[in-house]
C-alpha cells in the first residue's frame, strides 16, 4: 500500500508521479518542480526524520536512517524505484541518485513498515560506504525531499512515544551504547529485555498486596490490626524498604561501569594533589609548585585505573581563601566532591587533612597520605605514597579498584533517575513503617504506601514521562 494511503495528508501527493513506479517519470518529476517547492506543497504533521546512525568518520559502511510518514517516499525518490517494488525487512541493493539523475552510492536498503519497526512508524536504513561525503550527500538529498534534520534521540523518543519501548527500557539503550565494561554492557541489555521493568513491577505489586491489607482495616473498622499483625505488618514493610535501598545503591555503584568514574582529588593546599594526578596520568597535566594555592580551578584529565576508565579531577586546596577568585576555587572545589563517584581525600605532612570540612554524603571516599617520604602516615587508615618519586601508587590503584567493584549480578536498575525515583520510594515506605509503628490510623500508612508506589509507577514511566524524556534524550547521540 503506498505511503500516502495509509498516511492521509503524507508526502506521497508532494512527490508526484512516484506512484507510477517508472524512473523515467519519478525522475522528470524530479526535476520538474523545485524540492522546496514540492515539500512545501503538503508538509506531514510529523516530519520524517533522517540522521546517519553511525558516527563520522570512514568506514566500511555508514547507516543513514530515515523514519516518518515520508520515508518510504524519499528512497523512491533516491532509488527511483516504486515503493511496490520493496519488501518490509527484506534488504536489497540499489543505486542511489542525486536530483539530477547522477549515480551517489550503491547503497544495502532496508525498509520497515510501521508499526513494524524500531521507532513504530514506516523506517528505511541505508546502508552506505564509509564515507561522510557520500553520507552528508544522501542526507541533504533526504532533506530536499522533505525529510528534518533528527536531533540527539529523535528515532527513539519516538520509539517511546508510539509505544515501541518504555521509559526504563530506553534508559537502558543509553546504558548499553554508553557502557565502557562487558559486564556492564550485558547488564544493560537485560534491563533492556525488561529486568528493570520485571523488577519494579513486582515491587509495585508487593506495594498492592500490603495496601489491600491495609484496605480491609480501613474497611471493616471493627476488626483492627492487632498488634501481633501490626508488628508482622511493620517487618514486612521494613523489607521492602530495604530491598529498594539497596537496589538504589547497587545502580549508583554500578553506574561507573556504564559510563567510567569521577575521582575527585581534594585536600589542603600543597597536599600534593596536582603532583598525584600528574602520576596517576603520566603526564604533566596539572601545574604543580611549592606555593600553596597552585590550582585555582578544577582540572580534569582522563586516565584508566585497572579496567577502569576514570576522569580525574584535581581541585584547588581547601583553605579560607583571603580573596574571591580563591574562594571560588574552593567553592568549585566542593562542587566536584559532590559529583564525584570516589573522592580521593589527600593529605600531607605539611597539609594534613581539614577535618572542620564537611563532606558530602554518601560518597565513597579513599585517604591518601601523600609525601610519606617525609613522614609516614598518622594511622593506618592513610593508604601511603609519594606522588613525586611514584611509590605506593600501585596499593592506591588497587585500593580504588576495590572501592569501585563490577556488579556481579544483574543490576536491576540504571539511570541517576531511575535510582533517585526508587529512593522516593523507599523513603515513603521507611515512613509507612514508621506510622505503623506510632499506631498511626491506617489511612495515614496506606497513603505513604500509595505515594511510594506512584514513584514506582514514574520509574516506569507510566506516569510524566514526557517530563523526563527532554532531558534523557539529551544523553542520546543524533541518530539514535
Ligand atoms: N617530598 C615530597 N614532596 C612532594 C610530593 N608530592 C608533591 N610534593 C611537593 O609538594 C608541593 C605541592 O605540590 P602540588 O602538587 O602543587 O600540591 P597541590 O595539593 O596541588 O597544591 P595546591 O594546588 O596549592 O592546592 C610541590 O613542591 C611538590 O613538588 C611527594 O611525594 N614528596
Ligand atoms: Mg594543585
Known amino acids: 500500500m503506498p505511503a500516502a494511503d495509509r498516511h492521509p495528508g503524507g508526502a506521497a501527493q508532494a512527490y508526484p508521479g512516484q506512484r507510477d513506479g517508472s524512473r523515467t517519470s519519478a525522475r522528470r518529476n524530479r526535476l520538474g518542480l523545485t ?6 506543497v503538503s508538509r506531514p504533521s510529523r516530519p520524517t526524520l533522517v540522521a546517519a546512525a553511525t558516527p563520522p568518520g570512514r568506514s566500511a559502511i555508514a547507516v543513514v536512517r530515515l523514519s516518518g510518514p515520508d520515508a518510504w517516499a524519499i528512497l523512491e525518490r533516491l532509488t527511483g524505484r516504486d515503493a511496490s517494488r520493496w519488501t518490509p525487512r527484506t534488504a536489497s541493493v540499489a543505486l542511489l541518485r542525486d536530483d539530477t539523475g ?3 552510492d550503491e547503497a544495502l536498503v532496508l525498509p520497515f513498515r510501521g508499526p513494524n519497526s524500531y521507532t513504530g512508524e514506516d523506517l528505511v536504513e541505508l546502508h552506505l560506504h564509509g564515507n561522510p561525503v557520500l553520507v552528508n550527500r544522501v542526507i541533504g538529498l533526504a532533506l530536499t525531499y522533505g525529510a528534518t534534520p533528527a536531533d540527539a534521540g529523535a528515532f527513539t523518543r519516538r520509539a517511546v512515544l508510539a509505544g515501541r519501548m518504555g521509559l526504563p527500557e530506553a534508559e537502558a539503550l543509553a546504558d548499553l551504547i554508553d557502557a565502557v565494561h562487558p559486564l556492564a554492557a550485558s547488564q544493560a541489555l537485560g534491563r533492556l529485555r525488561g529486568a528493570s521493568r520485571t523488577w ?18 480501613v474497611d471493616f473498622p471493627e476488626e483492627p490490626i492487632s498488634p501481633e499483625q501490626g508488628t508482622a505488618l511493620a517487618l514486612r514493610v521494613d ?9 538504589a545503591r547497587r545502580a549508583s555503584a554500578a553506574r561507573v561501569w556504564t559510563r567510567g568514574a569521577r575521582l575527585v582529588l581534594l585536600g589542603a593546599p600543597n597536599a600534593g594533589k596536582s603532583t598525584l594526578l600528574n602520576r596517576l596520568v603520566g603526564e604533566q597535566r596539572a601545574i604543580v609548585s611549592q606555593e600553596p594555592g597552585t590550582t585555582r580551578d578544577w582540572v580534569e584529565a582522563a586516565t584508566t585505573i585497572g579496567r577502569l576508565p576514570v576522569q580525574l579531577v584535581d581541585t584547588a586546596g581547601l583553605r579560607d581563601a583571603p580573596g574571591s577568585v580563591e574562594r571560588e576555587g574552593v567553592e568549585r572545589s566542593r562542587g566536584q566532591a559532590a559529583e564525584a563517584d570516589l573522592l580521593l581525600l589527600v593529605a600531607a605532612p605539611d597539609a594534613p587533612w581539614p577535618d ?17 617520604d617525609v613522614a609516614p602516615p598518622p594511622t593506618p587508615d592513610w593508604i601511603a605514597v609519594a606522588a ?3 611509590l605506593g601508587i600501585e596499593a592506591l590503584t588497587d585500593a580504588i579498584e576495590q572501592r569501585l567493584p563490577l556488579p556481579e549480578d544483574q543490576v536491576q536498575l540504571g539511570s541517576l533517575r531511575q535510582e533517585q525515583t526508587c529512593r522516593v520510594a523507599a523513603e515513603h515506605v521507611r515512613a509507612a513503617a514508621m506510622a505503623i509503628r506510632a499506631d498511626a490510623p491506617p489511612e495515614i500508612v496506606a497513603e505513604e504506601l500509595r505515594l511510594a508506589a506512584r514513584a514506582l509507577d514514574r520509574l516506569l514511566g507510566i506516569i510524566d514521562p514526557e517530563d523526563v524524556l527532554d532531558e534523557l534524550f539529551s544523553r542520546f547521540c543524533i541518530g539514535k
Request: with cysteine; hydrophobic share 40%.
Open 35 to 40: 524540492a522546496r517547492a514540492e515539500c512545501n
Open 388 to 390: 613525586r618519586d611514584g
Open 200 to 217: 519494579a513491577e513486582s515491587r509495585r505489586r508487593d506495594l498492592t498486596e500490603l495496601l489491600a491489607q491495609l484496605e480491609a482495616a
Open 356 to 372: 572542620a570540612e564537611p563532606l558530602p554524603p554518601s560518597i565513597t571516599t579513599l585517604r591518601v597520605w601523600n609525601k610519606s
Open 239 to 247: 523489607e521492602l524498604a530495604n530491598r529498594l535501598d539497596d537496589e
Open 102 to 104: 547522477a549515480p551517489v
